[in-house]
Structures are given as C-alpha cells and as structure tokens.
C-alpha cells in the first residue's frame, strides 16, 4: 500500500457539562485511561505503516499535547474545513508534497492502527474522495445500546465515519462547497438547497440508496467519489456529549 500524509484537524469545542467532567473543552484532549484521543490517534497513524506526515491543526492546549507527537502542529482556523486547509497549504509547500491525504478528526477514541489499515485497503485507487459508511447492524454489534445518527437509505441505514482518503487537487477545488456544507449542516433549509429537490424527495420516500449518494457527492463536489460499504465501526465512534463519553469509558475499562 501507498502512505500518506495525514491531517488531524483538532480545534473542535465540547459542551460545559462535559467539559467539566473530563477537565478540558477541547474534544482531541479528552482523555481515556490517562491518553488523549489526540495521542492515541496520532500513535495509532504511525503504528499503522501507511503515513508518512501528521499535520494536527489547533490551538495553543493541542501545541503542547502534540509537539513531541507529531511532525508539525498549525494553528487553529474559523472552522473545521478551513484547519483541513491549513493542514494542505502547509504540506504543498512542503519539499514533497502529497498526491493523497488521510484526513480524520480527533475524537474517536476506537481508532487502531489496524482500523487505518482495514480501511484505506478498502478505499479504490482511482476515486478523489473515499467517504467511510457504516450498517446500523454493525454498529449495534459492536457499540450495543450506544446512541448515533442513521440515515435509512433503500438498501439499509447508514451513518458516515470520519476518516477520509482525498485526492490533493480535487480537494483544493473542492474546499468552498465543502465549507458550504460545513455551515449549513445545522439548518434544514440550508442544505435543502445544496441537495436540491429531488434527492430530497428520494430520501423522503425512502427511495434514496448508497449509489445515489455517491452521485450527488460528485456532482456537488466536481469529483469522483467511494463511499466505502462496511467500513471499520470505529471510524464512526466519536465523542460530542457526556453519554458518549461515558459509553466509551465503560467499553476501554472493560479491555
């Protein structure tokens, strides 16, 4: 298999209730059995054999956790899409720059270096953007009674990951629309206007399928892309209130 560069983008908030019970209110700096989510990713990228650079991108809690950790760490953006950005303006300027990145967040406390192997094994060479999807029935094999989000589709219900195998160009093109979506991802109105009318209305009727998004990706995005069926549960795992937090802290204690 190829390597990557890797960006980790880790300037993500939690709530205050949380906050409080773990100690800090950034996300990558939660803690399970004394590491960070932060550290645990950026060993298990290396420990994987596929990545070359770690770019973590935050503020100045995540400088100190990850200096001795990673390659590089920038300082954090506006938003989510802009520290992948900073992220990929930093390394093609770099003597090497990559042809592919690995992005993936930094709250997904599951993560192993042989969940990064099973997946990018999984993603086809030839797609600008390889998007994680994971079965509502594997999920509840392996998290039982643990809460998420699923999209019931015509050939099953899914949720998507948060690791992502991207083509350099078609990143950078792709970068305003995504940033579209990243603001929009709260407002129902919004992002009926990305989607449009009729995949809504396929989604609606329960019509829509894994294909058809696939095709709406690359017609938002100007790109080919995979969603990658039964990708590894743990890609999926992340952390945004007290009830994940603690679901996950009684699963580690219990290796």
Same mark, same amino acid.
């Given at each position: 298999?190829?390597?990557?560069?890797?960006i980790?983008?880790?300037?993500?908030?939690i709530?205050?209730?949380?906050?409080?019970?773990? !100690?800090?209110? +950034?996300?990558?700096?939660?803690?399970?059995?004394?590491?960070?989510?932060?550290? /645990?990713?950026?060993?298990?990228? *290396?420990?994987s054999?596929?990545?070359?650079?770690?770019?973590?991108?935050?503020?100045?809690?995540?400088? *100190?956790?990850?200096?001795?950790?990673? @390659?590089?760490?920038?300082?954090?953006?506006?938003?989510?899409?802009?520290?992948?950005?900073?992220?990929? %303006?930093?390394?093609?300027? /770099? =003597?090497?720059?990559?042809?592919?990145?690995? +992005?993936? $967040?930094? @709250?997904? =406390?599951?993560?192993?270096?042989?969940?990064?192997?099973?997946y990018?094994?999984?993603?086809?060479?030839?797609?600008?953007?390889? +998007? =994680?999807?994971?079965?509502? %029935?594997? &999920?509840?094999?392996?998290?039982?009674?643990?809460?998420? $989000?699923?999209a019931?589709l015509?050939? !099953?219900? &899914?949720?998507?990951?948060?690791?992502?195998?991207?083509?350099?160009?078609?990143?950078?093109?792709?970068? =305003?629309?995504? @940033?579209?979506?990243?603001?929009?991802?709260?407002?129902?109105?919004?992002?009926? %206007?990305?989607? !449009?009318?009729?995949?809504?209305?396929?989604?609606?009727?329960?019509?829509?399928?894994?294909?058809?998004?696939? *095709?709406? #990706?690359?017609?938002?995005?100007?790109?080919t892309?995979?969603a990658?069926?039964?990708?590894?549960?743990?890609?999926?795992?992340d952390?945004?209130d007290?009830e994940?937090?603690?679901?996950a802290?009684? +699963? #580690?204690? %219990?290796?």
């Open positions: 298999m190829a390597n990557f560069d890797a980790l983008p880790a300037g993500g908030r709530g205050p209730e949380l906050a409080q019970r773990v !100690g800090t209110d +950034v996300k990558a700096l939660i803690k399970f059995e004394g590491k960070s989510i932060l550290a /645990s990713t950026i060993e298990s990228l *290396q420990a054999g596929l990545i070359s650079r770690t770019i973590v991108i935050g503020g100045d809690e995540v400088r *100190q956790e990850a200096s001795k950790l990673a @390659d590089e760490v920038l300082s954090e953006g506006s938003s989510g899409p802009d520290n992948i950005l900073k992220g990929l %303006k930093h390394l093609l300027a /770099s =003597p090497n720059p990559p042809s592919k990145v690995f +992005v993936i $967040t930094t @709250d997904l =406390p599951f993560v192993t270096p042989d969940t990064i192997r099973k990018v094994a999984q993603c086809p060479e030839h797609r600008d953007i390889c +998007v =994680p999807l994971i079965n509502r %029935k594997d &999920w509840d094999a392996q998290y039982p009674n643990s809460t998420a $989000t699923f019931k015509q050939d !099953g219900s &899914w949720t998507t990951g948060c690791a992502y195998l991207i083509d350099v160009e078609a990143l950078e093109s792709a970068m =305003p629309q995504i @940033d579209r979506v990243f603001q929009n991802r709260k407002s129902i109105f919004g992002m009926a %206007k990305l989607l !449009g009318p009729k995949f809504l209305f396929k989604f609606v009727t329960k019509t829509l399928n894994v294909p058809d998004v696939e *095709q709406k #990706i690359q017609h938002m995005l100007g790109c892309g995979a990658i069926r039964n990708a590894p549960t743990e890609l999926a795992y952390i945004d007290l994940d937090y603690e679901y802290a009684g +699963v #580690i204690a %219990k290796r």
